[in-house]
């Protein structure tokens, strides 16, 4: 079993920053594939970032691309999610995952994820 626990959301004004947190305990983080997905209210949750198990390989959804940035410590057991130039159209709750396949964009391909944080951007 993995645990993992969001933090770092909030609420910012349009062209601001947050950095979102993702601390995983139970099992080294090293051995999962780590993405971040989003659900704003109303609508389905859509992938938004996922990143490779070094770290060396990211992909990220085309509405983020140039503007949010996925990293992670494995010596922390932490993966982050730096988003910048935030827009309205980020309100989201934000979850990470972690799963075995990189590069799925897929939910499914996620066995554990954390609890969400919400993130508020304001015009």
């Known amino acids: 079993q993995v645990q993992l626990v969001e933090s770092g959301g909030g609420f910012v004004q349009a062209g601001g920053s947050l950095r979102l947190s993702c601390a995983a305990s139970?099992?080294?983080?090293?051995?999962?594939?780590m993405g971040w997905f989003r659900q704003a209210p109303g609508k389905e949750r859509e992938f938004v970032a996922t990143i490779s198990r070094g770290g060396g390989t990211t992909t990220y959804a085309d509405s983020v691309k140039g503007r949010f940035t996925i990293s992670r410590d494995n010596a922390k057991n932490s993966t982050y999610l730096q988003m910048n130039s935030l827009k309205p159209e980020d309100t989201a709750v934000y979850y990470c995952?972690?799963?075995?396949?990189?590069?799925?964009?897929?939910?499914?391909?996620?066995?554990?994820w954390g609890q969400g944080t919400q993130v508020t951007a304001s015009s």
């Open positions: 995952a972690a799963g075995s396949i990189f590069g799925s964009k897929s939910e499914a391909q996620y066995t554990y």
């Open positions: 139970g099992r080294p983080l090293s051995w999962f594939v």
